[in-house]
């Protein structure tokens, strides 16, 4: 229909200058929508999905609102329902999903959900072993699992900064002692299912670590590789800061005295 809008209306038989720019738009509008959607669905995360979908999905809907496509109009009804349906669920799910303490003897269940997931955790943290969560215990850390219904849909790891050479090679190890005043502890790691990222988590994650350390820890740290801007970016909107950088391995600290109750 849109073929038929742009001869019709720029052809040569009906000249319309201001009717053919309206035509050229509404059909750009529509291979727009088409890209939108097409994007939305190459994201990984359910929430960055639904949200790119909805806006695609949208601006479909008022593309067959401007041609007069009664097909797709119903059928982007229908789509932009269903995206704002499973945005709200994804909203209220995050509250269904609690940190717990995982040590002791409920490690084994974080560490079997690291084995499944270890080729994505490396995506963020490539250096990341499963033994680490063991060595991080032993020095003192504590594992805490993100909890859904009684399944484990990600965990976090931290250890006091006085044990970071039993869990970390000598070189990153030695980045975060020449930077620490000894109070602090460093996250190995905070990794959390593709579905539940994004939605805010990370905040009950701070809450119960500040909580567990109680006022003898006045700062976390975060060590990543350069080349982990994800990370890094994620870090930087959750009130971490840089701290150092050496060898390609960039430390962030995040002071605690500014957000305990």
């Known amino acids: 229909f849109s073929l038929f809008m742009r001869e019709y209306y720029c052809g040569a038989e009906y000249w319309s200058r201001e009717l053919c720019m309206q035509a050229i738009i509404i059909e750009g509008l529509g291979y727009l929508a088409s890209f ?5 669905l190459l994201m990984v995360s359910v929430l960055k999905l639904r949200i790119i979908n909805l ?9 067959g609102l401007l041609i007069g ?3 797709i109009v119903i059928t ?16 209220s799910g995050n509250k269904a999903v609690q940190y717990n303490d995982m040590g002791g003897e409920l490690r084994p269940q974080v560490e079997v959900f690291a084995n499944e997931y270890l080729q994505d955790i490396r995506r963020f943290f490539p250096y990341f072993s499963v033994e680490q969560i063991a060595a991080a215990e ?12 009684l399944k484990v849909v990600g965990f976090a790891v931290v250890f006091p900064v006085a044990g970071v050479g039993s869990v970390l090679k000598p070189d990153r190890a030695m980045l975060i002692q020449n930077n620490s005043s ?44 350069q080349s982990s801007r994800k990370y890094a970016a994620f870090l930087q909107n959750n009130g971490f800061s840089f701290l150092a950088q050496k060898d390609g391995d960039v430390l962030y600290r995040k002071p605690l005295g500014s957000v305990r109750p």
Do not use: K
């Not at 939108?36 to 939305?40: E, G, M, N, P």
């Not at 982007?76 to 909203?91: D, E, F, K």
């Open 36 to 40: 939108t959607v097409a994007i939305s």
């Open 55 to 63: 806006i695609g999905s949208t601006m479909f809907l008022i593309y």
């Open 69 to 71: 496509s009664v097909p």
């Open 76 to 91: 982007n009804v229908c789509v932009v329902s269903i995206n704002i349906v499973n945005l709200r669920r994804l909203r």
């Open 138 to 149: 032993e020095a003192g850390g504590r594992v805490f699992a993100a909890v859904r219904n």
């Open 182 to 225: 000894g109070r602090e502890h460093c996250f190995l790691l905070d990794y959390i299912v593709p579905r539940y990222r994004g939605l805010g988590l990370v905040r009950g994650l701070h809450e119960l670590v500040i909580h567990q350390a109680g006022s003898s820890v006045d700062a976390l740290l975060a060590l990543t590789p």
